[in-house]
Each structure stands twice: as C-alpha cells, then as structure tokens.
C-alpha cells in the first residue's frame, strides 16, 4: 500500500470511529509483526473467519505484506464446514471470533488459533498492541505469487479455493478506479460483507488503488444507508440492497444528491429495479459482472448507456467470449447464447490442490470457463442469461430461466420470480416457476398460465406455478435455485 498522505482518512466506522492511512498502516504492520512471530512466512496461508472491523481488513492487509495469503471465510460457515476449509486451505494461521475459538479448537487443525473481535479484542489486537509497528521486511515477490484463496460459494460439490495472484488483485484494482473514476475525494458507502469478492476486493481494493475512503458499516440497514449516503460519493452493493432501499420512504433525490455512482453486482439486477431507482433518484445503476475466479471482467460504462439487463462490455485488458457450452467452438455471430469465457491478468491461477478441476475449467488459450450462459449483442455488451446449471432441458428443448422469468415478473401483482427445472418423467425436466406476488395481489396459477401462454412457446411454458413469500437468497443476494429444485424435487412424481 501506497501511503501518500498518512492523516488522509482511509475509514470511518461505526459510532464515528476514524482510521487514517498511516494509523491503518501501522496497525497493519503491526500485525504482520503478530503473524510473523507465529511463524507466518511468505508462501503461508492465514485463514480468517471474523467479522466485519476495520481491523480485519487491516489483517488482510498485513498478510499481502507478508506475502502470506489471505483466506477470507464467510462468518455463517458451520464448525464443520470450517473444519473442511482448515483441512483443505493448511493455513499457518487460523483468526477466529472469539466466541468461537474453543469450538475451533476442537477441529483437528495443525494452525495457530488467534482471536479478533470487533471492538478492538481478541488475542490478534493483543499481540499487535505489543508489536514494533516498525515496517516487516516488505515482500517483494512477483505478481504471480498468491496472495488469497477465495473459496466459490458453490452451492454443489465441495467449495474450491480460486487462487488469486497478487497480479490479479492489483490490475482490477487499478483497472476498476480508472474506469469508475475514482479518486480521492470519493467517499465510498460499504455495507457488503468483507469475505466475499465483492466486499474486499472490489470494494476495499479499489478504495485502496484510488486513496479515497469508506464510511464502513458493519452490514446492510436500509435506515443507516439513508442517511450516510449524503456523506458519500459512490455506493456498491448486491441487487438487495437497491430493491430494499426502493421500499424506503427517505430515498430520493435529495438523499442521493451527493452520490456520483451507485454499483450494483454479485447477482442479477432486474431491469425493472434499475427502471424504479432511474426515477425516483435519477441515477442509472451502474451493473458489472464478476466472480471469485476472475475478480471483475464487464462494466457499463462510466459514461454512455448502461443498459438495464446487461453486465456492459468487456472491461480494459479483459477478453471476453461466447461458447458453444458442449463443443467450445467460439461463437463469433452476435447474440448467440453460450458459455461465457474470459480471459485476462484478473483471471486466477487456478483452483487450490485441484488439478483436475483447474484443468476442466481453464483453456489451454488461457480462457476460463464462467459457467454462467450469456450472449454478446453487436455492442459488445454482454447479457447473462443464468448458470450453466441453471439452463431447463425440457423434452430436449434449452428453455433459459431469464427469458420465463422476465415475462413472469411484468406481471401486474408479481414480485419476483424464479424459474427452475424439476424432474419429470416425460419431459427430463418440467419448467416450474416460483412466484412472489403482492400482499394485494391475488393472481394465481391459472392467471400466470394464461398471461404467458399469449407470450411464449408451448415448451417455455411453466407445468406449475408456485407461490412463496419470498425466494430463498445467500448473503450476496442471490437466489439459492438449488434449494428451490430440493424443495419441489418430488413435484412431478404423483
Ligand atoms: P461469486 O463467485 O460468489 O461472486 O459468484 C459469481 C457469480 O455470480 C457469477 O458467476 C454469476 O453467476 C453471478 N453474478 C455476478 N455478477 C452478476 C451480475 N451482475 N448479473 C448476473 N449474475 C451475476
């Protein structure tokens, strides 16, 4: 980390906490002084499964000194799925809460346990208190060492641990503050999780890259959001966070006067939320595409359209194409619906002691295979059109959820939707929506039948319609469709 000017103001936190650089990049070396006398070397792992501080980034940060990497871990992780992220990450250095340091204690791991709460506590903070914050020997190493393992938030199989290079963290920093226009006059509104792609590396990274700061807040509160955003100048976010925000009253014009960028990512953003927020705040949500193993790749842009439904074009550096999901052969023709793959220096190196995996998902050209389907319009705008494993295969027809889903979602009285395929004995899969409705609302099955029958072809169309009050999400906002085929997985068999 660059400190420019130490006393400029790197975060503010809960209860008008301040950090500026310099404090922060003191804490930081005092840390890395912590780990390092816990034997952490450079090519180490160190895990972390803490909440949301200043302190935790400032962890993250003294591991990059170290040239040791970060292994971030989403707090709602059981004991056991910690165990399994031990086991399978080795790290030199495991920080847990400390409320959960003696139940990680009883996971046969051969890693140090440390501490780190939110107030300051923890044995981390002690041990860092009682450090030289003299500067470590910085690492030097090149950009193709590690710097974290992101593990997917996979929802099949056993999570795999991306790992991302220093390199790759550096250019879609660097990359992300030049065509966001960042600088440091922005103030940067973060309520996202810090163990997820989003919150740390798009986020916090990017912050870092441009020497602006952040008003950090510890999670997502519609009430604190509205009135922090006219003390900031850019907010990221997931597609919740503006849905929730357009159900609260203080959430205008005035309030969002000072804002210069709002972004939203990590899940689909629906054209029409995009449509509401354009109205009532006259700002465009600005969408971009990204995900654990390639950090970002597409953005609208900065200036000129951002088009509701689409994750814009390449961003500078990044390659992106379409193709055929069986053969790989490129599809060069616009608007053809494939297999999304990019390549670029924010594209990680592989999977964590997965070969095999690392093999079946990268191409010898360098591509990595996304696993969502999209197209590519004569724009070069990309348009994602679901997960591979999300695709209906439907009497031999590919029926893509989007395309039921939007027409589902026009609907007079509908919330949202999700579409999904569920075992059937004649068709492989039968087409099965998932609706919310309106409190006020009361279309009903047939009604949705009906409506959809005048708009799409007769293998599109959902065998049934479902209602719920709400679709079952993961903390990044998006929509488990896993469990939702769990759910109904029997729907057809009577
Ligand atoms: P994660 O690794 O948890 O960040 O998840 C990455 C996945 O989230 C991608 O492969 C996409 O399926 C999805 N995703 C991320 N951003 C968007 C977006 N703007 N629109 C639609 N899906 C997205």
Redo the contacts with the bound molecule.
């Keep these: 980390m660059l400190v420019r000017e130490p006393q400029r103001l790197f975060m503010r936190s809960g209860g008008g906490r301040d950090c500026s650089y310099g404090d922060f990049d003191q804490l930081a070396n005092c840390m890395a002084r912590a780990l390092a006398d816990h034997g952490v070397v450079t090519g180490d792992r160190v895990a972390a499964q803490v909440d949301k501080s200043p302190e935790a980034i400032a962890l993250y940060i003294a591991c990059l000194k170290l040239g040791a990497a970060f292994v971030p871990l989403n707090t709602a992780y059981t004991l056991a799925e910690l165990d399994y992220f031990l086991r399978d990450a080795d790290p030199r250095v495991a920080v847990v809460r400390p409320q959960t340091r003696q139940q990680a204690s009883s996971i046969g791991t051969s890693a140090q346990l440390l501490t780190l709460g939110t107030a300051s506590d923890g044995s981390l903070m002690e041990l860092a208190a009682r450090c030289s914050d003299a500067p470590v020997a910085r690492f030097e190493g090149n950009a193709n060492a590690l710097a974290a393992l ?1 593990y ?2 996979g929802t099949t199989g056993r999570s795999k641990g ?1 790992m991302l290079t220093r390199g790759n963290l550096a250019s879609n920093a660097v990359t992300l503050a030049s065509v966001w226009r960042f600088s440091e006059h922005d103030v940067l509104l973060h309520a996202l999780p810090i163990f ?3 919150g740390l590396f798009v986020a916090v990274n990017t912050v870092l890259a441009s020497g602006s700061s952040m008003l950090f807040l510890s999670r997502f509160d519609a009430d604190d959001i509205v009135a922090q955003l006219p003390h900031a100048s850019v907010m990221m976010g997931v ?1 919740t966070f503006y849905t929730r925000l357009l159900q609260h009253p203080g959430l205008n014009r005035e309030t969002t006067r000072s804002v210069r960028l709002f972004v ?6 629906l054209p029409e939320t995009h449509r509401e927020f354009s109205q009532r705040t006259g700002h465009a949500i600005l ?7 390639t950090l970002m790749n ?1 953005s609208n842009p900065y200036e000129g359209d951002r088009i509701p439904g689409s ?1 814009g074009p390449a961003l500078p550096g990044v390659d992106v194409r379409i193709a055929d999901p069986e053969s790989g052969a490129v599809q060069t023709q616009p608007d053809t619906i494939g297999m ?1 793959e990019v390549r670029g220096p924010n594209v990680c190196s592989g999977y964590w002691r997965m070969p095999e995996k690392t093999a079946a998902e990268l191409r010898s050209d360098g591509y990595f295979i ?3 389907l999209g197209r590519i319009d004569a724009r070069g705008y990309v348009h ?1 059109v ?2 591979g494993k999300d695709l209906v295969i439907t009497g031999g027809y590919n029926v893509y959820p989007i395309e039921v889903e939007a027409e589902i979602d026009a609907l007079p009285g509908v919330i949202e939707s999700a579409v999904i395929g569920v075992p059937h004995a004649d068709f492989g899969e039968g087409v099965t929506a998932v609706v919310v409705r309106r409190t006020d609302s009361t279309i009903d099955e047939t009604d949705v039948r009906r409506a959809l029958e005048q708009r799409l072809a007769n293998f599109k169309l959902p065998k049934r319609v479902l209602f719920v009050d709400e679709l079952p999400r ?1 903390t ?1 906002g ?1 929509v488990q469709k896993n469990l939702l085929r769990e759910t109904y997985r029997d729907l057809y068999r009577a």
């Design positions: 992101l997917t938030s991306a997820h792609v989003h597609p939203s990512g990590s899940a689909p953003l969408e971009r595409y990204g995900m654990s193993e597409t994750v999304i996304t696993g969502d994602i679901g997960r993961n990044m998006k």
